[in-house]
């Protein structure tokens, strides 16, 4: 079989996220000519972007929109309409909502890994809670031409892959489409060297990984913690955290090899965010370390309920306090990374691959 050419998108590279780690995988899959994105932030991205060859538009050029991508939001429309069709054999688009109206040309199939449709649309109160209503009203404003632009975007597709089932369904309501569901991989390795953070050594402590944004669902943990002082909550990432009890630990963002350290010396993972997927509950895993999680959203595909972790039934402090006092203290370490390991990054790069191959019809 001959060498696809394949060249990768990504809606902007400005952060270390869950999409952002998909996206590294993908290259690692299908070896792109090279990646396009809307905004990219070298220091802000994870180092293996930085040896690929990648197309960004004019708006990487503004300090504010790389520190911030949010802020560039009424202008992303148009920078992805401004690239130049791209002619290959396949576009493999890692989309929440702009990658996937990158222009093609010629026969090139466009195949769309979809870790959400655009929040901004259709779940505007989760993705702008912790926003001022200048961007609430503008994003209004904008929304009904955003919207069919975004359905326009949809329907340029050959094939849509969804992160998980939620989102497999999110995308047949939203663009009346089907989706096959490829889980994300776990691409964290627990055979690595780590780095302990100096302020959580000796504790015992649960912990949080997320960048604190509004939909990421810190603040209710925070107030669970604020009135159970004997557990202590550490909260890895950036973004500000309102009035911090002495118990909640905010490490900011972290190193690698300290993230490493979190997930292996953490007693669970906890989130009652809803998330499309979820990956650290399965970077957790692969260390041995349960995890504590909304009944919500992707976490019901990654979750094995009794083996790898288990549930919080809502997003109240009642509710998390109570699960926190009565989560197990031991727990069967070697069959949680067994669990984990059914989210490798072989076995994405398999199906990945298979997509590819199947839609440009190449045996």
Known sequence: MRQLDVVLAHDYLTQRGGAERVTVELARALNPSYLITAIYSPEDAFPEMNGMSIHSTALSKVKLFRKDSRLALPLLASAWNS?????????????????????????TRKIVYCHNPA????????????????????????QPGLMKWDRKAAASADVYIANSTSVAERIRRVY?????????????????????????????????V????????AQPLVEAFRGMPEHVLAVAGGGKIEDVPDN????????????????????????????DFGLTPIEANAFGTPVLLLRAGG????????????????????AIRAAVRAFPETWDTAAIKRHAEKFSPHR????????????????
Request: proline share 6%; with cysteine.
């Open 299 to 318: 976490f019901l595909d990654s979750t094995d309920e009794g083996t790898s972790g288990l549930f919080i039934e809502e997003a109240t402090p009642e």
């Open 348 to 363: 994405f790069h398999e199906a990945i691959r298979g997509i590819v191959v199947e839609t440009c019809n190449i045996g």
């Open 119 to 142: 929040r901004w649309l259709y779940q505007t109160e989760d993705y702008l809670l912790d926003r001022p209503w200048p961007v609430r009203a503008a994003l209004s404003m904008l």
């Open 83 to 107: 690239i130049k069709p791209v002619r290959a054999d396949a576009v493999v688009c890692s989309s929440s909502g702009w990658a996937h109206a990158l222009p093609t040309s010629g026969a």
């Open 248 to 275: 909640v630990v905010p490490t900011g963002y972290v190193s690698e090899a300290q993230l490493r350290w979190l997930y292996a010396n953490a007693r669970a993972l906890i989130s009652v965010s809803r998330e």
């Open 210 to 217: 997320g960048r604190s944004r509004g939909y990421k669902g």
């Open 176 to 208: 009346g489409r089907e989706a096959r569901v490829v889980f994300p991989p776990v691409s964290v390795d627990p055979t690595l060297a780590t780095e302990p953070v100096s302020a959580l050594i000796g504790k015992s402590f649960f912990l949080m």
